[in-house]
Protein backbone atom coordinates (compact mmCIF):
# COMPACT_ATOMS: atom_id res chain seq x y z
CA UNK A 1 0.00 0.00 0.00
CA UNK A 2 1.03 3.02 -1.24
CA UNK A 3 2.58 5.41 1.90
CA UNK A 4 0.67 9.02 2.08
CA UNK A 5 2.86 12.25 1.57
CA UNK A 6 1.32 15.81 2.80
CA UNK A 7 1.18 17.89 1.31
CA UNK A 8 0.87 17.65 -2.04
CA UNK A 9 2.84 20.81 -2.96
CA UNK A 10 4.36 23.44 -1.57
CA UNK A 11 5.59 27.37 -2.46
CA UNK A 12 8.20 29.06 -0.66
CA UNK A 13 10.60 31.88 -0.75
CA UNK A 14 14.16 31.70 -0.58
CA UNK A 15 15.61 31.17 3.12
CA UNK A 16 11.61 29.86 3.96
CA UNK A 17 11.77 26.30 6.05
CA UNK A 18 9.52 23.40 4.96
CA UNK A 19 8.41 20.25 5.96
CA UNK A 20 6.79 17.61 4.24
CA UNK A 21 5.36 14.11 5.99
CA UNK A 22 4.90 10.45 4.92
CA UNK A 23 2.80 8.52 6.93
CA UNK A 24 2.25 4.68 6.01
CA UNK A 25 -0.14 2.04 7.26
CA UNK A 26 1.98 -1.09 8.09
CA UNK A 27 5.44 -1.60 9.81
CA UNK A 28 8.01 -0.17 8.25
CA UNK A 29 12.11 -1.59 8.21
CA UNK A 30 13.15 1.71 6.95
CA UNK A 31 11.93 5.03 5.30
CA UNK A 32 14.12 6.66 2.34
CA UNK A 33 13.81 10.45 0.69
CA UNK A 34 14.56 11.16 -2.93
CA UNK A 35 14.27 14.40 -5.24
CA UNK A 36 13.54 14.60 -8.85
CA UNK A 37 13.72 17.86 -10.66
CA UNK A 38 11.86 17.85 -13.80
CA UNK A 39 12.90 15.66 -16.60
CA UNK A 40 15.47 13.62 -14.70
CA UNK A 41 15.75 11.00 -12.40
CA UNK A 42 14.73 10.40 -8.82
CA UNK A 43 18.21 11.52 -6.77
CA UNK A 44 18.91 9.47 -3.28
CA UNK A 45 19.02 12.06 -0.11
CA UNK A 46 18.59 10.07 2.82
CA UNK A 47 17.87 6.50 4.25
CA UNK A 48 16.33 6.39 8.15
CA UNK A 49 15.92 3.24 9.70
CA UNK A 50 13.58 2.13 12.19
CA UNK A 51 14.73 2.97 15.84
CA UNK A 52 13.71 6.24 15.31
CA UNK A 53 16.27 8.17 14.22
CA UNK A 54 16.99 11.39 12.73
CA UNK A 55 19.53 12.50 10.02
CA UNK A 56 21.01 15.55 8.66
CA UNK A 57 22.42 16.21 4.74
CA UNK A 58 23.43 20.15 4.81
CA UNK A 59 20.41 22.03 5.88
CA UNK A 60 18.27 18.94 4.99
CA UNK A 61 17.03 16.32 7.71
CA UNK A 62 14.61 14.20 8.49
CA UNK A 63 13.14 12.08 11.27
CA UNK A 64 11.56 8.59 11.78
CA UNK A 65 8.71 7.64 14.57
CA UNK A 66 8.71 4.15 14.11
CA UNK A 67 5.49 3.68 16.32
CA UNK A 68 3.22 6.26 14.54
CA UNK A 69 5.07 5.07 10.87
CA UNK A 70 5.50 8.62 9.97
CA UNK A 71 8.41 10.06 8.76
CA UNK A 72 9.26 13.68 8.19
CA UNK A 73 12.20 15.61 5.78
CA UNK A 74 13.02 19.25 6.95
CA UNK A 75 14.36 21.25 4.86
CA UNK A 76 15.85 25.27 6.33
CA UNK A 77 16.94 27.89 4.82
CA UNK A 78 15.57 26.96 1.09
CA UNK A 79 17.33 27.50 -1.89
CA UNK A 80 16.40 27.73 -5.08
CA UNK A 81 17.61 24.25 -5.99
CA UNK A 82 15.73 22.70 -3.64
CA UNK A 83 12.85 23.30 -5.97
CA UNK A 84 11.48 19.81 -7.42
CA UNK A 85 9.50 16.85 -6.55
CA UNK A 86 10.08 15.03 -2.62
CA UNK A 87 9.29 11.28 -2.74
CA UNK A 88 9.61 9.24 0.59
CA UNK A 89 9.94 5.33 -0.43
CA UNK A 90 8.98 2.74 2.23
CA UNK A 91 10.40 -0.38 3.82
CA UNK A 92 8.56 -2.83 5.18
CA UNK A 93 11.40 -5.74 5.28
CA UNK A 94 11.29 -8.98 5.85
CA UNK A 95 10.40 -11.22 2.76
CA UNK A 96 9.88 -7.97 0.83
CA UNK A 97 13.52 -6.63 1.85
CA UNK A 98 15.21 -4.29 -0.66
CA UNK A 99 11.83 -3.33 -1.90
CA UNK A 100 10.35 0.11 -2.02
CA UNK A 101 7.02 1.56 -2.69
CA UNK A 102 7.18 5.17 -3.35
CA UNK A 103 4.67 8.08 -2.38
CA UNK A 104 2.68 10.50 -4.72
CA UNK A 105 5.63 12.97 -4.35
CA UNK A 106 5.02 16.75 -3.28
CA UNK A 107 6.09 19.51 -5.54
CA UNK A 108 8.28 22.10 -3.68
CA UNK A 109 8.51 25.39 -5.63
CA UNK A 110 11.23 27.93 -4.55
CA UNK A 111 10.95 31.46 -6.00
CA UNK A 112 13.81 34.32 -5.37
CA UNK B 1 31.62 5.32 -12.07
CA UNK B 2 28.94 5.79 -14.80
CA UNK B 3 26.14 4.68 -12.67
CA UNK B 4 22.98 3.03 -14.06
CA UNK B 5 22.98 2.76 -17.65
CA UNK B 6 19.48 3.02 -19.95
CA UNK B 7 18.85 2.75 -23.19
CA UNK B 8 17.12 3.81 -25.15
CA UNK B 9 16.34 7.61 -23.49
CA UNK B 10 13.32 8.44 -26.27
CA UNK B 11 11.23 5.68 -27.81
CA UNK B 12 8.17 6.52 -30.28
CA UNK B 13 6.64 3.23 -31.44
CA UNK B 14 3.55 2.20 -33.05
CA UNK B 15 0.93 0.41 -31.09
CA UNK B 16 1.35 -3.33 -31.22
CA UNK B 17 5.14 -2.92 -31.87
CA UNK B 18 7.83 -4.82 -29.64
CA UNK B 19 9.48 -2.94 -27.43
CA UNK B 20 12.66 -3.61 -25.87
CA UNK B 21 14.39 -1.18 -22.84
CA UNK B 22 17.49 -2.19 -21.43
CA UNK B 23 19.63 -1.66 -18.47
CA UNK B 24 23.02 -1.55 -17.10
CA UNK B 25 23.28 -1.62 -13.48
CA UNK B 26 26.30 -0.38 -11.36
CA UNK B 27 28.36 -3.47 -10.58
CA UNK B 28 28.26 -4.53 -7.13
CA UNK B 29 24.48 -3.68 -6.78
CA UNK B 30 22.69 -7.02 -6.24
CA UNK B 31 19.68 -5.61 -6.53
CA UNK B 32 17.91 -4.30 -9.71
CA UNK B 33 14.31 -2.68 -10.00
CA UNK B 34 12.12 -1.91 -13.00
CA UNK B 35 9.41 1.23 -12.26
CA UNK B 36 7.17 3.47 -14.18
CA UNK B 37 6.69 6.41 -13.90
CA UNK B 38 2.85 8.27 -14.88
CA UNK B 39 1.21 11.37 -13.86
CA UNK B 40 -1.88 9.23 -12.88
CA UNK B 41 -0.19 6.64 -11.13
CA UNK B 42 3.06 7.97 -10.02
CA UNK B 43 6.48 5.31 -9.33
CA UNK B 44 5.08 1.84 -9.78
CA UNK B 45 7.29 -0.78 -9.10
CA UNK B 46 7.04 -3.44 -12.18
CA UNK B 47 9.97 -6.19 -10.75
CA UNK B 48 12.64 -6.71 -8.81
CA UNK B 49 15.73 -9.07 -8.96
CA UNK B 50 17.98 -10.01 -6.65
CA UNK B 51 21.40 -11.72 -7.90
CA UNK B 52 20.07 -11.81 -10.86
CA UNK B 53 17.00 -13.75 -9.78
CA UNK B 54 13.61 -12.06 -10.27
CA UNK B 55 11.79 -11.51 -6.83
CA UNK B 56 9.13 -10.01 -7.12
CA UNK B 57 6.87 -9.71 -10.23
CA UNK B 58 3.44 -9.00 -8.82
CA UNK B 59 3.71 -5.23 -10.54
CA UNK B 60 3.97 -6.73 -14.42
CA UNK B 61 0.92 -5.02 -15.23
CA UNK B 62 -0.14 -7.62 -17.97
CA UNK B 63 1.00 -10.92 -19.49
CA UNK B 64 2.54 -8.35 -22.39
CA UNK B 65 5.65 -7.30 -20.48
CA UNK B 66 8.20 -9.52 -18.98
CA UNK B 67 11.82 -8.44 -17.83
CA UNK B 68 14.93 -10.61 -17.78
CA UNK B 69 18.58 -10.69 -15.91
CA UNK B 70 20.34 -13.16 -17.80
CA UNK B 71 23.69 -11.73 -16.00
CA UNK B 72 24.64 -9.18 -13.31
CA UNK B 73 25.58 -6.72 -16.06
CA UNK B 74 22.63 -6.36 -17.98
CA UNK B 75 18.36 -6.55 -18.00
CA UNK B 76 15.52 -5.74 -20.12
CA UNK B 77 12.53 -5.13 -19.95
CA UNK B 78 9.98 -6.02 -22.99
CA UNK B 79 6.36 -5.34 -23.89
CA UNK B 80 5.06 -7.10 -26.53
CA UNK B 81 2.43 -6.26 -28.43
CA UNK B 82 2.73 -2.26 -26.95
CA UNK B 83 -0.38 -0.38 -26.18
CA UNK B 84 -0.84 3.53 -26.05
CA UNK B 85 -1.58 3.40 -22.14
CA UNK B 86 2.13 1.84 -21.89
CA UNK B 87 2.99 5.45 -22.34
CA UNK B 88 5.49 6.15 -19.21
CA UNK B 89 8.66 6.84 -18.05
CA UNK B 90 10.62 3.60 -17.67
CA UNK B 91 13.12 3.69 -14.77
CA UNK B 92 15.66 0.93 -13.66
CA UNK B 93 17.27 1.33 -10.24
CA UNK B 94 20.20 -0.40 -8.63
CA UNK B 95 20.69 -1.04 -4.90
CA UNK B 96 23.34 -3.06 -2.81
CA UNK B 97 23.04 -4.83 0.14
CA UNK B 98 23.22 -2.53 3.31
CA UNK B 99 21.71 0.08 4.37
CA UNK B 100 22.01 2.21 1.20
CA UNK B 101 19.67 4.11 -1.23
CA UNK B 102 18.59 3.32 -4.57
CA UNK B 103 20.26 5.08 -7.75
CA UNK B 104 18.08 5.31 -10.60
CA UNK B 105 19.40 5.38 -14.74
CA UNK B 106 17.95 8.81 -16.58
CA UNK B 107 15.09 7.16 -17.35
CA UNK B 108 13.49 5.52 -21.40
CA UNK B 109 10.42 8.04 -21.68
CA UNK B 110 8.43 5.65 -24.66
CA UNK B 111 5.53 6.78 -26.43
CA UNK B 112 2.95 4.46 -28.06
CA UNK B 113 0.97 5.99 -30.73
Known amino acids: QQPVQSPQAVILREGEDAVINCSSSKALYSVHWYRQKHGEAPVFLMILLKGGEQKGHDKISASFNEKKQQSSLYLTASQLSYSGTYFC?????????????FGQGTILTVHP | DAGVIQSPRHEVTEMGQEVTLRCKPISGHDYLFWYRQTMMRGLELLIYFNNNVPIDDSGMPEDRFSAKMPNASFSTLKIQPSEPRDSAVYFCAGRGQGAGGYTFGSGTRLTVV
Open chain 1, 89 to 101: GTEVGGTSYGKLT
